[in-house]
């Protein structure tokens, strides 16, 4: 009993002073709490540089006047989100054109999403401790998948190869598959069961996304591809392979789940012809057609290694064989018709019909130029720039190593002839908008860039005026900006560089003048017409 009693006795002095001194300790915190909130709002009141306000959940948020974007790079990779095709989803990428080696900061492994109807960048936040690696020069795709009902839907996005520096600077080139997941924010590292064959480890191969493909030729392993690469770099060498990926479950899991490998498949040749080995080169998939289309890069050609290239090679689904539809021209560029041999070209397709390419480094410095391929008349042509008032021509600074996302396409968006985006007159949106951000300028003022543009490419007609005086001699007037009310229905059918002449006389004289009335003939010519405009964004709350 005695020993119980000393135990209680003992045992209430001890609650006894944590109580006491548990009081001091919640005095302390609200104290300490007090001081904070006092030390807070003097902030707020001051604006004590801080760019931020509360809103009515007392949460900070961005300023209107603060303007964030994604971190500065270049050798990024970015694709339209496959859940929602008014965003771009950003991926890795160099802080350098050429990091130095034992610097792992300079190789990104962060993924960023940019909204073009709210203006936001958001850098997506990825759960466990498995990722990519840092890198650049690495191949993007992107896919969705559907359970049997589908009514789940899952987005996905895909990263293969690139290039980073270990600590001796020595080159690491990687053939690994990162798929990420859009719900979950996980990644995931797909192998192959069994050893199936890869590609080759690589830097700087050109790739597209293809999912959802009307041609039942575009398979890999009788699976419906997801995403094929062409070319890239060793370090040693150069490739011309085209390789496709698709996604396999296995077993009875669905394509949602995390139990899929993926089935690689090198794409068969039939033909002799093959477009050189190359790396940094560009590639757009024309479903139309049924066909991949690639421009430029730097190979091995005629020259030797380290050649620029500007020639067109489309690979037939269909047929499984390549066919050169502009071959290479080294000489002096004519900049009235076609680029110059360029790498890290910025390519989209518009109206399946034209290629368009925009900027590139042309072995001395990056280039700012836009021009279009016609791939059924197989010619180029120079897009023409929608002067703005007070402004002149607005295009993106030249750069290489950038990124150029389409995004809007299938949405219910609509433009005016005003803004430079003009619509048929069945209501049909007869242009696409092309997202650019970041990559390298070369030259005197060289820098990592991280802008963003947003521009509008369209088909619209041009109007140029001849006048003739009362003397018979010309003057020729021509409006850089004046789009006519008309735009091709079909902008597949008509093709660009389309001329038609109207012949006007207009009754300029008086009753007593007897000289002739002036004539004016005006010539109205389908062109390919750009219209750009930086973007100032903000982060999302």
């Not at 999403?113 to 850098?123: A, G, V, Y």
Request: aromatic share 10%.
């Amino acid at each position: 009993i005695g020993f119980c009693l000393n135990r209680f006795l003992c045992y209430s002095f001890l609650l006894k002073f944590s109580l006491s001194q548990m009081r001091h300790y919640v005095g302390l915190l609200a104290l300490v709490i007090l001081l904070t909130q006092r030390a807070h709002i003097h902030c707020e009141t001051t604006n004590g540089n801080l760019n931020t306000k509360k809103n009515q959940n007392h949460a900070l948020v961005p300023l209107p006047d603060t303007v964030f974007t994604a971190p500065a790079r270049c050798g990024a990779s970015a694709i339209q989100n496959p859940l929602n095709p008014d965003e771009f989803l950003l991926f890795g990428g160099g802080t350098a054109p050429e990091p130095l080696a034992d610097c792992d900061e300079c190789y990104l492994a962060d993924l960023w999403s940019w909204n073009s109807q709210t203006k936001w960048w958001r850098e997506i936040p990825t759960k466990g401790l498995r990722k990519p690696a840092g890198r650049k020069g690495h191949a993007m795709g992107g896919f969705i998948s559907k359970d049997a009902a589908e009514v789940s839907v899952t987005g996905w996005v895909l990263i293969f190869g690139g290039y980073r520096l270990d600590e001796s600077g020595n080159g690491l080139r990687f053939n690994d598959l990162w798929r990420f997941d859009l719900t979950t924010t996980r990644w995931m590292q797909l192998h192959p069961r069994g050893g199936g064959d890869v590609p080759d480890p690589r830097s700087h191969p050109a790739a597209v996304s293809v999912q959802n493909s009307s041609h039942t030729s575009v398979t890999c392993g009788n699976q419906a591809c997801s995403m094929f690469i062409f070319g890239g770099w060793d370090g040693r060498h150069f490739f011309n392979d085209l390789w496709g990926v698709a996604m396999r479950p296995i077993g009875d899991a669905p394509l949602t789940s995390k139990y899929v490998e993926p089935v690689w498949q090198k794409q068969p040749i039939r033909g002799r012809e093959v477009p050189p080995p190359r790396r940094g080169c560009s590639m757009v998939y024309n479903e139309k057609l049924g066909v991949l289309v690639v421009f430029g890069g730097v190979g091995n050609e005629n020259a030797g290694r380290g050649r620029k290239l500007n020639d067109v090679w489309a690979y037939s689904f269909y047929l499984q064989e390549w066919e050169q539809l502009a071959g290479n021209s080294f000489a002096a560029p004519d900049a009235t018709w076609r680029p110059p041999p360029l790498t890290y070209s910025v390519v989209n397709l518009l109206f399946d019909r034209y290629m368009v390419v925009a900027t590139g480094f042309d072995g001395e410095s990056t280039v700012n130029g836009w021009w279009v391929f016609d791939l059924l008349a197989r010619e180029w042509q120079v897009a023409h720039c929608h002067e703005v008032e007070n402004k002149g021509c607005v295009l993106p600074s030249s750069r290489s190593l950038g990124i150029g996302v389409p995004i809007g396409q299938g949405t219910s968006t609509q433009y005016t002839a005003s803004d430079a985006h003009p619509t048929t007159e069945n209501g049909a949106t007869n242009s696409t908008v092309v997202v650019m951000f970041g990559g390298w300028r070369e030259g005197q003022t060289s820098a990592v860039l991280n802008d963003l543009w947003k521009c509008s490419i369209s088909v619209g007609t041009v109007v140029s005026v001849m006048l003739s005086d009362h003397q018979g001699t010309s003057a020729f007037t021509s409006s850089n900006s004046n789009l006519t009310s008309s735009y091709p229905e079909d902008p597949y059918t008509t093709p660009i560089g389309t001329t038609t002449q109207t012949n006007v006389t207009s009754d300029t004289s008086s009753q007593s003048d007897q000289q002739p009335k002036a004539k004016t003939t005006a010539s109205l010519e389908t062109r390919l017409i750009i219209s750009c405009e930086k973007q100032q964004t903000h982060t999302m709350p």
